[in-house]
């Protein structure tokens, strides 16, 4: 116990003493920050910019172009074009413009002509309208009584005010996806340390001294906990970081206008949370689903003698991590977080350290969290210890990197 | 034998088919220096890997200080790897603690033997130096002190001079010698044939997992002194010396050849020396005959060869 602990204590204290640690703690936030700006702000730009570059072509009645006007005013429309509706039309075809909007003058033919950019329902609706007014106007009735059955309609669309279980979802959505992300992205990262600590020690050639000191199983362990520590400590700045973030947002938010409304009931669900169960899940569960894969990660490392061979061997690690992150979000953000699909990902070892996190902040019930942990954990104890074995071999074990019928003769096989 | 202080019987292992060690049976003294001789392949690193507990024998028995060996045992050994390995980004200190806890030592035993040695080496100034910042024979000097730091009962070498330069090999074997002078056991394997005649009392040659030399090098050297004679003629008599060479009671190997003197290598196979004397007597001028001694190196080619 003594000398795991030895072990455990030094890839801690290796591991967060490096600038790879330190830069991953303070520049990744950052850098995720940054890119999410960059994100929002090139998705807003683009979005104002495709609707600028609408360019229409208007053959009609000025008063059909002003109404046109009046509902897309970003754009770009055409109607001083003394052409034909098929020249027009040529002109769309080699895509110049998006579309045309034709009508005769006695208004027998109203055709709108487009691609797929153009807005035709909305134009459609506008025609409609000019149209009907048209035929009204020429039936001689009243134009107190055509604007009434055409614009002072007493129709009136009353939105249901679901602000607040709307936000309470959004931010939920939000907690969500953040936990899923955060613990794939741990399990990989810390995996691959796991992985790359120990061909440096394969490489170095201190495995040899290594392992006539310890057991080997004791220093597979020992490394994978060492690591599994320092996950947790940068898991506990981030979330201090994002902790105080949060405070420092909400403390200058309110004055912002007419969304200010929102930010408070953002803030509002954020804290009504329930993060003592997050967070010790979330612990409980990397844990284990740290471990559980992480001794992957380890007799990959000691199989192979670089890490440009780990490639083969690694990929069917990240399938079911990633496949865990887009079944979450795929039934527990836009669906049913409770749904059949849901529980049935949460019992499933390969999935549950992903799926359940992010289940939590909906709230899972206590018989649930216990038998996929349950599992959870038989499966880990289970792989840690055919790990162990591929381990004992694969580190004494040079040259060429070994097939993956070897690795299973390697688990059966005395040493 | 109360004297021995690893008795290793009837040792056996293989690797699927491939026999690594074929039952064999190898004697230490306490305190002496014992030479593990042998090509790549042998089975020496299968041998030193059984003695530390890394593997495991498929059947024989290892008995260390009269008891059979424990896992607990592997802390009484210190291991100098072949291919020599610390943490690179770890300091001089921090290596040695680590290495020295993890060997059963506490942690201020463990920094003053470190002291005693940086003083011993002269490189006190090291302590808090990183192994990626030392050159390789002073990483060499560091990965000795951390094989000797705990104090070991059995010291396991495997090439202990790869990588020095004369100089520090020099003070490598003095501190070897002076550890087995104060009662330290040595295991010292190598294919260099030179430091293991200069520093073993005795040895055993590994060849295909089996011994084929065993023993005291001075019982080892005078075995194979006994069979082998160097004879130089000088005007010898053609017809004399052609009956000669045709006598199948010597195996005889003409070494050089003139017309007017012959140097012979005569090995005895039933007769004794004094009868080989007389057989040459009259062949020619005796101008030189001496009871070859081969080098250990000579020995050991000969009886691989011979295998």
Redesign the interface.
């Known amino acids: 116990m ?2 795991l602990f ?2 455990i204590k ?1 890839e801690f204290i ?1 591991k967060v003493r ?1 600038k790879s640690y330190l830069i991953l703690i303070f520049l990744s936030p950052l850098l995720m920050i940054g890119m999410a700006a960059a994100i929002f702000y090139f998705v807003g730009k683009e979005q104002k910019a495709t609707d600028k570059k609408i360019r229409l072509i208007t053959l009609t009645q000025p008063s059909l172009v002003d109404a046109i006007k009046q509902q897309h005013p970003t754009m770009l429309i055409e109607d001083g074009l003394n052409i034909s509706y098929q020249a027009a039309k040529e002109l769309v075809a080699d895509e110049t413009y998006n579309g045309v909007v034709y009508t005769n003058t006695n208004l027998s033919v109203l055709e709108v002509y487009g691609d797929a950019k153009l807005p035709k329902a909305s134009l459609k609706k506008i025609i409609d309208n000019y149209w009907r007014v048209h035929f009204l106007k020429n039936q001689q009735i009243p134009s107190e009584i055509i604007n009434t059955i055409t614009d002072d309609t007493p129709v009136q669309i009353i939105a249901v005010n679901n602000t607040e279980k709307e936000i309470t979802k959004w931010v939920k959505g939000v907690v969500a996806v953040g936990l899923g992300y955060v613990m794939m992205m741990f399990v990989i990262i810390y995996g691959n340390a796991v992985m790359r600590s120990i061909i440096e ?1 394969k490489n ?11 057991k080997p199983y004791q220093l597979m362990l020992g490394k994978i906990i060492g690591n599994a520590f320092a996950g947790l400590l940068q898991f506990f700045i981030w979330g201090l970081l994002l902790f105080t973030g949060l405070c420092l947002l909400q403390y200058f938010s309110p004055s912002i206008g007419e969304n200010s409304d929102k930010i408070v009931l953002i803030f509002k669900t954020l804290w009504t949370l329930n993060y003592v169960q997050i967070i010790s899940v979330f612990i409980v569960f990397f844990f284990s689903g740290y471990l559980l894969y992480s001794s992957f990660y380890a007799s990959i490392g000691a199989a192979v003698s670089s890490e440009t061979d780990t490639q083969q061997f690694v990929h069917p690690i990240l399938l079911p991590l990633m496949f865990a992150v887009y079944i979450g979000i795929a039934t527990i953000i836009e669906g049913n977080p409770h749904s059949d699909t849901a529980q049935l990902f949460t019992l499933i070892p390969f999935t549950s350290p992903v799926i359940l996190p992010m289940r939590i902040p909906y709230g899972v019930p206590v018989w649930e969290i216990l038998l996929s942990l349950a599992l959870l954990l038989v499966s880990f104890v289970i792989t840690v210890f055919t790990a162990s074995k591929i381990y004992r071999i694969g580190i ?1 074990t040079d040259g060429n990197k070994p097939s993956f019928k070897q690795l299973i003769q390697w688990v059966f096989k ?2 | 034998m109360a004297t021995s202080i690893l008795n290793i019987e009837n040792l056996f292992k293989k690797y699927g088919d491939k026999i690594a060690l074929n039952h064999i049976n190898i004697h230490i003294k306490r305190g002496s220096i014992y030479g593990l001789i042998g090509q790549n392949g042998a089975g020496k690193t299968t041998l030193i ?1 059984i003695l ?5 024998a498929d059947g024989g028995s290892i008995a260390f200080k009269g008891q059979k060996m424990r896992l607990k045992d ?1 802390a009484s ?1 210190g ?1 100098l ?1 072949e ?8 300091t001089i200190e921090e290596q040695a603690l ?2 020295g ?3 059963g030592m506490s942690k201020a035993n463990a920094q003053k033997a470190l002291a005693y040695w940086l003083e011993r080496f002269d490189i006190v100034s090291w302590k808090n130096k990183k192994i990626e910042d030392l050159s390789k024979g002073m990483a060499q000097k560091v990965q000795f002190i ?1 094989t000797v730091l705990h104090h070991p009962e059995l010291l396991i070498l495997d090439e202990p001079f790869s990588g020095f330069d004369p100089v520090n090999a020099n003070l490598i074997a003095n501190e070897i010698k002076t550890l087995a002078s104060k009662g330290t056991t040595v295991i010292f394997s190598s294919h260099r044939m030179e430091s293991v005649a200069e520093m073993c009392d005795s040895l055993c040659l590994i060849h295909q997992g089996s011994i084929l030399l065993n023993g005291s090098i001075q019982e080892i050297q005078k075995e194979h002194a006994q069979e082998v004679y160097e004879v130089h003629l000088v005007d010898y008599k053609i017809e004399a010396l052609e009956h000669f060479l045709d006598n199948q009671e010597y195996h005889i190997t003409v070494v050089a050849k003139t017309s007017h003197q012959v140097h012979l290598e005569v090995i005895p196979s039933s007769t004794t020396a004094e009868t080989l004397q007389t057989a040459i007597a009259g062949i020619g001028t005796l101008k030189l005959y001496r009871q070859y001694t081969p080098n250990l190196q000579e020995i050991f080619i000969k009886t691989i060869e011979n295998a």
Do not use: A, D, W
């Not at chain 1, 170095?204 to 310890?214: A, G, P, Q, R």
């Open positions: 003594h000398k030895l072990i030094r290796t490096s020690e170095s050639k201190v495995i040899e001294i290594m392992v006539c000191s310890v004494l005395k040493i | 890997r530390n507990k890394i593997i495991e592997i050994i291991y790897p291919e020599r390995g610390l943490y690179k980004n770890m680590y290495f806890q993890l060997k951390i």
